[in-house]
Structure formats: C-alpha cells, structure tokens
C-alpha cells in the first residue's frame, strides 16, 4: 500500500483531463481513495466536501494534510464543467452556459419562485435537439450529443459552488429531450436523490412525449414529476408544431401517462405552450380539457418565449393575457389545477425554449 505521501499514478480521461469527483457517491468514492493507498475514511471527507460545503478545489478541503491535498489534486479534479459565461437577470435568474469536456456548450439556469420557498435549477440533458419542435431555439439547433449522468449533475453542482445558494429543485426543461437520453438521465436522477440530495419530488423530467421513455421512466418507478409537453390537443396542430408525434402519436403517448400514473401513483404535469392563434383556440382548450379529464394531472400553461428560427423569423406571437386566461377558464372545465407560468430571467433569454448560445449553434 503507498503512502499518503506518495505520487500517484495518473489516469487521464479521453479528452486528455483528470478525471471529476463530481457526482460520484460514497461507495464509488471508496473506490477512488482505495486505488491511491487511502484509508476509506478519507472518502467520507471528500464526499462531505463535495456535497455539504460545495468545495470548489482539493485545496478548500483544509482538514486534508497538505501533501494529500496536492496527491489528490495531481489525481482527479472537483467539478467537471468549465462555466463558460454567466448572465444575472433584473429578477436574480442566472443563465450560466458551461464548457463539456469535449468543449460543446450547454446551458442551465437557476430561478427563484414566489410560490416555492427553495431555488430551482433547470438543466440541460442533451446537446441540442433531435425534436425539432417548431417553437424552440433548441430545436433549430438539431442534435450534437447526449449529455451524461456526471454532465447533468455537475451543472447542479457548478451552479451551487458559484453561487453559494442550496438548489432545492431540479426541472429537465433545459437543452435537450431527456427521455431520449433516457439511461443518463434515469442515473443522474438517481445520484441526485441519493448523493446530490435533491428530494424526489422536487425533481421535474418534461418530455416531448417519447412513448418507450415514459415507459422506462415508469419502470424505474421513482417518485419525481412527470411533465409532458402536450402543446396541442388535436393530431394536426400537434405534428406541425411537435413533429415527432408522427412517430409516437398522442392516443399512444396518453396512454403511456396513464400506465406511469398507474405504476408510480404520482401525480403528472401537462405542459402547454400558448401560441397566439395556433394553440390558443378556444375550442383547444375545451378539446384539452377532455383529452386529460381522466388523467391524475395538473395543467401548466406556458405562454410562449418569442425566439426566431434560422432565417431570423418570427413564427409565433404570444397571446394577450385575455386570451390567455379565456384558454385557462376553458381548460379548467377539466376539473384539473391549471396554472399560467410564470416568466424568469426573460430579459436575459433565460427563458424555456431560448437556450440555445451561438456557441453551441457553431459547434
Ligand atoms: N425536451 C423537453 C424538455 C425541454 S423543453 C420537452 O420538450 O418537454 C422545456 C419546456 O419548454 C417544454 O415544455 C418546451 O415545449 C417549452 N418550450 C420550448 N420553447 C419554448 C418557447 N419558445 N416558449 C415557451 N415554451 C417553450
Ligand atoms: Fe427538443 Fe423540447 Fe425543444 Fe422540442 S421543446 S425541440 S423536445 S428541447
């Protein structure tokens, strides 16, 4: 067994970088500490470091001797994620854009709700979009990559150390379609409930409506929210605007939501985006209302985010607040909670559908 003295050997990730602790739990910390001549203790250390004081270096970790501070520096690194750009909103929202090891970009954003007492991290699951929805700046950029488990957490983690403030709720409504990085994302859901120690039902995975997903969500029966972005109660508005529903069609993503109901007994969210005479019709809402009378669901209306598409147009207009509150009154006759979203950090497009950085368009 070497010292804690002793130099040691240095496994490099293929981007040529020491590998990251970050999101790695107790056990697998044992790991590390076991293969570099460390007594186990010295893991619990490091996790309380990692998890309860959001150290940002091995240096920070002052009850660590210096000569293995310097070990475990030459060894691994704390965070995962190069934060590439921070932008604060008038309202305190941070848009951060981070740098993934292989360089792509990805964003997340941290919020604050008047009606939920903790902070909440909306998170990037993917690189891109493979979707394509017609409304969202992530869909023009088409799909780079998936994102991993450690990826996912250690935005959770960055925003944390760099902001110093406790994320208490964690939504998937960043970059990306996470139920098609459904593996990942099921492994960082995980690690943040157990290592992380975000509550299960403070965390959000929103979905297209990706049928073989929500069906392996289901299976992993774990007790978060479900959101689906339905956007459109009739099969032609919603495979113009959502075009995979030609793949997975709204009858069949209903009754997915009804099985992940009747398997977790939580209860989902419907998402819908108001878009000025597109979704907005009042024979939408009443159409809606019937769709989901029968699911274990509440209705959270989300009126649009103007973006642009490639060519510099603007698709979409947002609805007047009359006529959003005429579409959530009709929508309510489905006898569900309908909530109007509340909007954070739009003046530094911070908003849903407008991450999308001209870096990660270039890349
Ligand atoms: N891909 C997943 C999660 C990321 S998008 C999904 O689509 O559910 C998070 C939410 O923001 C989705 O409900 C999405 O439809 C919505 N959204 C995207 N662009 C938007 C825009 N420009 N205005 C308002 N909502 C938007
Ligand atoms: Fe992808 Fe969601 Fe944007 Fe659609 S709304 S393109 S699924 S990120």
Known sequence: ?????????????????????SGLNLDELEDFVKKLGLPKFRAKQIHGWIYSKWAKNFDEMTDLSADL????SETAE????????????????????????????????????Q??????????????????????????LGFKRNLTAQEIIDQIMSIQRESGKRVGNVVYMGQGEPLLNTDEVIDSVKRLINTVGIGARHITVSTSGIVPGIKQLAK???????ALSLH?????????IVPITKKYPIHEVMAAMHDYVDTTNRRVTIEYVLLKDVTDRPEQAIH????????????????FNPTLNPMGEALYDRPSRESQQRFKTLAARSGKTVTVRLER??????????LHNKYAAKR
Not at 115 to 137: E, H, I, K, N, Y
Not at 288 to 303: F, G, M, R, S, Y
């Open 1 to 21: 067994m070497s010292t804690e003295n002793e130099t040691p050997e240095i496994e490099l990730t293929k981007y040529g970088r020491l590998p990251s602790l």
């Open 69 to 72: 501070r310097k070990k475990l």
């Open 78 to 113: 704390v965070g995962l994620l190069n934060m590439a750009h921070l932008q604060v909103s008038s309202d305190e929202t941070r848009k951060y854009l981070f740098q993934l090891p292989d360089g792509k970009m990805v964003e997340s954003v941290l919020m604050a709700f």
């Open 115 to 140: 009606d939920r007492p903790s902070l909440t991290a909306c998170v990037s699951s993917q690189v891109g979009c493979a979707v394509g929805c017609t409304f969202c700046a992530t869909g023009y």
């Open 220 to 226: 992993a029966n774990l007790p978060i929210t479900l």
């Open 232 to 240: 459109a109660p009739d099969v032609e508005t919603r495979e113009e």
């Open 288 to 303: 809606l209302a019937e769709l989901v009378k029968d699911l274990h669901c509440n209705i959270n209306l989300i009126p």
């Open 345 to 354: 950090g739009t003046d530094i497009d911070a908003a849903c559908g407008q």
